[in-house]
Nanobody, 123 residues
Framework: QVQLVESGGGLVQTGGSLRLSCAAS????????MGWFRQAPGKEREFVAAISWSGGMTYYADSVKGRFTISRDNAKNTVYLRMNSLKPEDTAVYYCAAMLAGRPGSLYEYDYWGQGTQVTVSS
């Protein structure tokens, strides 16, 4: 069992930056690949970024590539999402998720989810 708690969301102006954190409970955090997803009002949840269990491989949605960076610290049981050059279309609830194996971009293959943190980018 893995419990995930996101933090770091908030209100930021266009062009600003935020860093989201996702703290995981459990001794097996380093066994899980981790992903970030987001869901805007009236839209489906979509993939943002993912990172392998070791941190050696990362994956990004085209819409955030070059602006967002995913990283993890297995000693702290935490995964991060650094978001730069934020745009109003980045406004959404951001969720972190954990999976043992599967396709990084597919939300259906993640086993555990956090409760989400709101990110609002004002124009």
């Amino acid at each position: 069992q893995v419990q995930l708690v996101e933090s770091g969301g908030g209100l930021v102006q266009t062009g600003g930056s935020l860093r989201l954190s996702c703290a995981a409970s459990g001794r097996t955090f380093s066994s899980y690949a981790m992903g970030w997803f987001r869901q805007a009002p009236g839209k489906e949840r979509e993939f943002v970024a993912a990172i392998s269990w070791s941190g050696g491989m990362t994956y990004y949605a085209d819409s955030v590539k070059g602006r967002f960076t995913i990283s993890r610290d297995n000693a702290k049981n935490t995964v991060y999402l650094r978001m730069n050059s934020l745009k109003p279309e980045d406004t959404a609830v951001y969720y972190c998720a954990a999976m043992l194996a599967g396709r990084p971009g597919s939300l259906y293959e993640y086993d555990y989810w956090g409760q989400g943190t709101q990110v609002t980018v004002s124009s």
